[in-house]
């Protein structure tokens, strides 16, 4: 049986899809906060604390080695997390983010692609897990 790589085939355009994420919700939020901060402190800061896990996540799926598989394992289950409460968050406290951040209401913005991304991104590690004697 071959080696499944985390970084390669199907790996590759999640690792564009985590990148871009990276990119965009980095300049959102460096622009938010430089600009906006009093407005929404909180959402600003979540949008860059997500911004530094699709960073995170990015970087570990794309070396794809045994250390780095643990990294982008939890990054992107922080990355569950996080969705999960802030759009939990969002909905039961909306007053609490007046400004949307990449998490508010599960990534609606994003077309729920934050909400889809980290169940597709550990679905893809659980995928191409080293079998065991490998």
Excluded: C
Aim: glycine share 8%; charged share 10%; proline share 5%.
């Amino acid at each position: 049986m071959s080696e499944r790589k985390v970084n390669a085939g199907f790996g590759r355009v999640l690792i564009v899809i985590y990148a871009v994420f990276a990119l965009a919700a980095s300049a959102r939020s460096f622009s938010q906060i430089v600009t906006r901060f009093d407005e929404a402190p909180v959402a600003y800061l979540l949008s860059a604390l997500a911004a530094l896990i699709y960073i995170v996540a990015t970087i570990a799926l794309a070396r794809g080695d045994r250390t780095s598989r643990t990294v982008a394992t939890v990054a992107i289950g922080i990355e569950l997390g996080g969705v999960l409460t802030v759009g939990v968050a969002s909905l039961l406290a909306p007053e609490a983010f007046p400004s949307a951040s990449v998490w508010s209401g599960f990534g609606s913005g994003y077309l729920f692609i934050p909400l889809v991304l980290p169940i597709v991104g550990l679905w893809w590690l659980h995928r191409t897990r080293p079998m065991p004697g490998s």
